[in-house]
């Protein structure tokens, strides 16, 4: 079991905060571990070690525990497992769709936000055509999204375009502009030029004032790509999940926990207990939680490539 310790809520720390109890306490569920999942559980876009589940499912017999990744549920799959059921919360695309338990709790769309943002742009519009709104111009606002994507891209000048540059996800874009289907070596290759040339940082800016209208955040996350989802649909957006009278501590661990990051928001939400995995490698999380919360680290991950 676990006894937290009394902790201000908007403290960052990556500095032991408290210690277990007695093994023999039972599951503390007011205690809540929350993690990414590229660079805090696994190395980018590959699979979970071994170790890494064996020391989860452990730490879940003292605590609950929790995943919240911008991915879809397919792709979280494919790099955890079966997480509804490995962990006690599963969020997919930062909680647009949310198990407890393995069981769906909610589940909310990109295109409902968009219908609803055409309403609030539109004041003057007729009643009989605003009853379509919701529907047809949340379709308008999306192509009208993508097809800026696209012609952006057309006249970008890079060393390598592969596939796959939009993704549509349930409450986000995934946008690329290497494209998905990219090689792991074409991957990190892009990751130095987009540092050196600010390729993701300068498009995200150009599109923050073409789409000011639709209410929209941008999220650079991963090595590749950036997401675009509504305001508030950031990784907080799965805190309205976890109630507040439920937990004394809610841990968050993640690696793109600076501004501009897709861990920033949950990272230094007054709600959770930030912990920052700089060098994005899933043992130094197992080092930080074996501290947290007793409980011995192995002395190794099998590497993706082995398992």
Known sequence: GYAPRRISPTSRTSTPVCRAAAASMPKNSRVLALFDVDGTLTEP???VSPETLSFLATLREKIAIGV???SDLVKQKEQLGDSPS???WCFAENGLLAHKDGVV???TSLVQHLGRAARTCRPHTAPHVLRLL???AGEENLKRLINWVLAYFAQLDIPVKRGTFVEF???MLNVSPIGRNCSREERNEFEKFDLANKVRETMVA???EEFADLKLTFSIGGQISFDVFPEGWDKTFCLQYLPHADFDEIHFFGDKTFVGGNDYEIFTSPRTVGH????ADPMTTLKKLSTLFDLPCPPSLTPPAAH
Do not use: E, H, N
């Open 86 to 88: 490995l962990f006690d």
């Open 206 to 208: 150009r599109m923050k």
């Open 105 to 107: 709790i909610g589940q």
């Open 45 to 47: 876009r590959k699979t």
């Open 276 to 279: 920052s995995i700089d060098d």
């Open 169 to 171: 996800r349930q409450g």
């Open 68 to 70: 919240v990744g911008g």
């Open 134 to 136: 919701p529907a047809a």
